[in-house]
């Protein structure tokens, strides 16, 4: 008679592909390779199937395993969700919580808050990775991942967590050499600093004046020599006076206070890049999820009253919680 597959086997299977490798695997479950390879070779007996190929230093998942994994992660959610459900406000977060978060963002503000989260809740384990492309909406990968703007996909949970402008900003030594730009089309003689992140449109950056009534904004080429995909490397650049950059309110405001760096243009808006977590529908009764975000939200709203730059605030409105 065939081997059933084992709902016991679900937990190891996902952990195992998150790790990347069967090491990596052994050290996470505190098991030996050898241990780790023979719980493997036994699932794969049960389902009937080769569900990774493995090499010396790496695995893959054969399409058999994706198909696999995919369930399997759909099982433990519902698992999770029922538990939470009969469970109700009493149950304490507990189990793997995967978070995905931006290189500078993460590393800066998340990468904190997550290592005060488990001090409070211990029973959470926390995977953190971070990168420079968020992972498509459609990624099963991660249990919340933190977003610059609204996700416009309702098929997605978008937690609002706490506002953010992007600003352009220069060097005073900069400016002084090459002179205050007064007016969008200003930019055109300027310098400035691209970032290639995302699918947002590359060279053109869109302005709005917060003077103007109806709200027109204007669409700006911008041209200069230099050019990345990583933030933190475009405003080390700034401080370097090489231009004009336009970058995040979190990622800046420190310098702005200080005087490295100095707003230009400040009377006009850019497009709207507040701070969100974003999971999928059925994550919304999972306790750990519901906590962990809970408690970034208060971490970043705290954060932000704390180091709230001036000049002008773009307008007076409150963004809504999207969730």
């Given at each position: 008679m065939k081997e059933r597959v084992q709902a016991a086997d679900f937990n190891f299977f996902s952990i195992?592909?998150?790790?990347?490798?069967?090491?990596?695997?052994?050290?996470?479950?505190?098991?030996?390779?050898?241990?780790?390879?023979?719980?493997?070779?036994?699932?794969?007996?049960?389902?009937?199937?080769?569900?990774?190929?493995?090499?010396?230093?790496r695995m893959m998942l054969t399409p058999e395993g994706e198909i696999y994994l995919q369930h399997a992660r759909?099982?433990?959610?519902?698992?999770?969700?029922?538990?939470?459900?009969?469970?109700?406000?009493?149950?304490?977060?507990?189990?793997?919580?995967?978070?995905?978060?931006?290189?500078?963002?993460?590393?800066?503000?998340?990468?904190?808050?997550?290592?005060?989260?488990?001090?409070?809740?211990?029973?959470?384990?926390?995977?953190?990775?971070?990168?420079?492309?968020?992972?498509?909406?459609?990624?099963?990968?991660?249990?919340?991942?933190?977003?610059?703007?609204e996700p416009p996909d309702?098929?997605?949970?978008?937690?609002?967590?706490?506002?953010?402008?992007?600003?352009?900003?220069?060097?005073?030594?900069?400016?002084?050499?090459?002179?205050?730009?007064?007016?969008?089309?200003?930019?055109?003689?300027?310098?400035?600093?691209?970032?290639?992140?995302?699918?947002?449109?590359?060279?053109?950056?869109?302005?709005?004046?917060?003077?103007?009534?109806g709200g027109t904004s204007e669409s700006v080429r911008i041209d200069?020599?230099?050019?990345?995909?990583?933030?933190?490397?475009?405003?080390?650049w700034a401080l370097d006076h090489h231009g004009i950059l336009m970058r995040s309110e979190w990622d800046i405001r420190e310098y702005l206070r200080d005087g490295r760096l100095r707003v230009v243009l400040p009377d006009y808006v850019t497009p709207e890049a507040d701070i969100y977590a974003v999971y999928a529908q059925r994550h919304q009764f999972s306790t750990r999820v519901r906590a962990f975000v809970d408690y970034l939200a208060g971490e970043l709203g705290e954060a932000h009253t704390a180091g709230r730059t001036r000049p002008s605030e773009p307008d007076g409105h409150e963004t809504p919680d999207a969730s």
């Open positions: 195992l592909a998150s790790a990347g490798s069967l090491s990596a695997a052994a050290r996470e479950l505190g098991l030996t390779p050898a241990a780790v390879s023979k719980r493997l070779a036994q699932m794969e007996r049960r389902a009937g199937v080769l569900l990774v190929n493995r090499t010396t230093r759909q099982v433990l959610e519902e698992i999770d969700t029922l538990s939470n459900l009969l469970g109700g406000a009493r149950q304490r977060p507990t189990g793997l919580l995967r978070v995905n978060a931006s290189l500078g963002f993460g590393r800066r503000h998340v990468a904190p808050a997550i290592s005060k989260f488990v001090t409070i809740y211990p029973e959470v384990s926390v995977q953190l990775q971070l990168s420079v492309a968020p992972p498509p909406l459609t990624d099963d990968a991660y249990d919340v991942c933190i977003r610059f703007g309702g098929r997605v949970v978008a937690r609002w967590l706490t506002r953010n402008r992007r600003l352009l900003c220069a060097t005073p030594e900069y400016l002084s050499r090459k002179g205050v730009p007064e007016t969008p089309k200003d930019l055109a003689r300027h310098q400035c600093i691209g970032i290639r992140q995302g699918d947002e449109a590359y060279g053109v950056w869109r302005l709005r004046s917060q003077r103007s009534t200069g020599p230099l050019t990345t995909n990583v933030g933190e490397i475009a405003v080390r």
